[in-house]
């Protein structure tokens, strides 16, 4: 339901507790004042009458409520007017809020049809008056078309101003709808990216996260690399200086004593294949590495 409709059925609603309140109470007061009054206590009881069925059917039919509860009051101050000529006031007050609720509670071409009614309505009953001495409220028929004039003309005012106002809120309101209805949109595409900007930004630092984990991985393996190798490294220059300062002690023994140059051969050969291992060795450590 809209909120136009809204505003309607809680304005329907208010009018039929309203007025079940008030015909009750007037219905009352006949039975126990003006019990010979048949007339008006028939009158107050199909008015009592409509305001309640109305006030049932609100909810499944709107505008069938709205009907029983003008049609029936509508009907009614007719029947006062023809019945009783010295209540045409009080019935023509209650049949100008009549059109006042047409033009609140209903729209278009049903509206409009309710109006040309109530307008022929009055119109009729002046024009009978005007022609029927004993009905008339006046003396002078002049002043019963006085009186049909004005009241035609209050009815034109209070409907035609309800009319206007009622249009220009539903103008406002379908506007105000409009608004609030871009409002939401945007504001659930503003949520969507911020959704979404949340969503990247947790990518982002998840990879922030895989990115520092992989680096301190790295870091500590190229640590532990260059702690072996400084530890090969260490090792093997030990490794090879012996058989080195082996080398330099036989060169220098060679030249002390040539005599012996077989000797100091094979033992060259000796340190020279030593290095050579240790050399490999190295090399195929550094390889698994």
């Known amino acids: 339901m809209g909120d136009s409709r809204a505003?309607?059925?809680?304005?329907?609603?208010t009018l039929l507790r309203i007025s079940l309140a008030?015909?009750?109470?007037?219905?009352l007061s006949d039975i126990i004042f003006y019990m010979?009054?048949?007339?008006?206590?028939?009158?107050?009881?199909?008015?009592?009458?409509?305001?309640?069925?109305?006030?049932?059917?609100?909810?499944?039919?709107y505008t069938t409520s709205v009907l029983i509860t003008t049609g029936f009051t509508l009907s009614s101050m007719i029947w006062q007017c023809m019945?009783?000529?010295?209540?045409?006031?009080?019935?023509?007050a209650i049949i100008l809020i009549v059109g006042f609720i047409f033009s609140v509670l209903l729209r278009g071409v049903l509206m409009w049809a309710m109006h040309g009614l109530a307008c022929a309505s009055i119109a009729g009953i002046f024009i009978l008056q005007m022609q029927k001495p004993e009905l008339r409220v006046a003396k002078e028929p002049?002043?019963?078309?006085?009186?049909?004039?004005?009241?035609?003309?209050?009815?034109?005012?209070?409907t035609y101003i309800t009319w206007m106002l009622k249009s220009r809120y539903d103008t406002v309101n379908r506007a105000l709808h409009s608004a609030n209805q871009e409002l939401v949109e945007k504001a659930n595409e503003i949520e969507a990216q911020n959704e979404e900007l949340l969503q990247g930004q947790e990518n982002l630092n998840e990879m922030n996260r895989n990115l520092e984990q992989l680096v301190m991985d790295r870091t500590a393996k190229v640590h532990a690399q260059n702690e072996m190798l400084l530890k090969y490294t260490y090792t093997n220059a030990h490794h090879l200086r012996g058989p080195v300062a082996r080398l330099l002690g036989l060169v220098n023994l060679y030249r002390m004593d040539q005599d012996?140059?077989?000797?100091?051969?094979?033992k060259v050969e000796d340190q020279a294949k030593e290095i050579d291992d240790v050399v490999r060795q190295i090399n195929q450590e550094l390889g698994s590495v």
């Open 7 to 13: 505003i309607e059925y809680f304005f329907l609603r």
């Open 22 to 27: 008030g015909a009750s109470l007037i219905l």
């Open 36 to 61: 010979q009054d048949t007339l008006s206590i028939i009158i107050d009881v199909i008015i009592v009458g409509a305001c309640g069925l109305s006030y049932l059917l609100m909810h499944r039919s």
């Open 83 to 92: 019945a009783v000529p010295m209540n045409t006031t009080t019935s023509m």
């Open 142 to 158: 002049s002043e019963v078309l006085t009186m049909g004039i004005t009241y035609l003309v209050l009815y034109f005012i209070l």
């Open 260 to 266: 012996n140059a077989s000797f100091f051969f094979e």
